[in-house]
């Protein structure tokens, strides 16, 4: 069964510009959570989606947004992007329900210059 | 909201046994997880605990206390294969699929 896939792994952006990252469940799976890590701040949560709709927002501003398409693949966009955007960008795909983990993907390293 | 507290740093030695804390604060507790994350890579299930007590899984077990809001990892014999990081997560019951995740543990096991 294949796990979790993120695209791209690796990312080198502009300051103004705008990124989209994809996720890809795995099979089954309906709920796609997306997570921020950097090394000052750890794992930051920033939405959930679960059959295509957002049902969980962390504290991130506007510029971040998601969606989740028919097929439980998600995407994450950033416009405008900040050097302080810079930091890998995991997604985690879980099964319904409160005892699920959660299966990470490898991430997709975005570098802001 | 939620508060996770992990130490930053541990160093054991191989073939040792080490226990990571980890206290929260919820306002709907629903479920804490354990991962591990090596350098570069993706973190990893290891545990999942929703009642008090403890849970053995082969090296690893994890323990939960709800009351007192605090959890542990214990690695027993440890490999150097166990240096990484390791992540508390606590579910909360208000926001159904939202995971909130402490800054993690860096373990650093030694020869």
């Known amino acids: 069964k294949a796990g979790v896939t993120q695209t791209p792994r690796y990312l080198i952006k502009t300051r103004g510009q705008q990124v989209t990252l994809s996720c890809s469940p795995i099979?089954?799976?309906?709920?796609v959570s997306w997570y921020q890590q950097t090394p000052g701040q750890g794992l930051q949560f920033l939405f959930e989606?679960?059959?295509?709709?957002?049902?969980n927002k962390g504290n991130f501003p506007g510029r971040f947004s998601g969606r989740q398409f028919s097929n439980s693949r998600s995407e994450m966009n950033v416009s405008t992007l900040e050097l302080g955007d810079s930091a890998l960008y995991l997604c985690?795909?879980?099964?319904?329900?409160?005892?699920?983990?959660?299966?990470f993907g490898q991430g997709t390293r975005l570098t802001v210059v | 909201g939620q508060n996770i507290d992990q130490p930053t740093e541990m160093t054991a030695t191989e073939g040792a046994i080490v226990q990571i804390n980890c206290t929260y604060q919820?306002?709907?507790?629903?479920?804490l997880f354990w991962y591990q994350q090596h350098a570069g890579e993706a973190p990893t299930f290891l545990s999942y605990?929703?009642?008090?007590g403890l849970e053995e899984k082969g090296r690893f077990s994890s323990f939960l206390s709800r009351s007192k809001g605090y959890s542990y990892l214990l690695l027993k014999e440890l490999q150097m294969k166990d240096s990484a990081s390791y992540l508390c997560?606590?579910?909360?019951?208000?926001?159904?699929?939202?995971?909130?995740f402490g800054d993690g543990t860096t373990l650093t096991v030694k020869p």
């Open positions: 985690a795909s879980s099964l319904e329900g409160s005892s699920a983990e959660a299966f």
């Open positions: 099979s089954g799976h309906r709920s």
């Open positions: 989606y679960f059959s295509e709709t957002q049902r």
């Open positions: 919820t306002s709907g507790f629903n479920g």
């Open positions: 605990n929703v009642l008090d």
């Open positions: 997560a606590v579910r909360d019951n208000t926001n159904a699929g939202k995971s909130t």
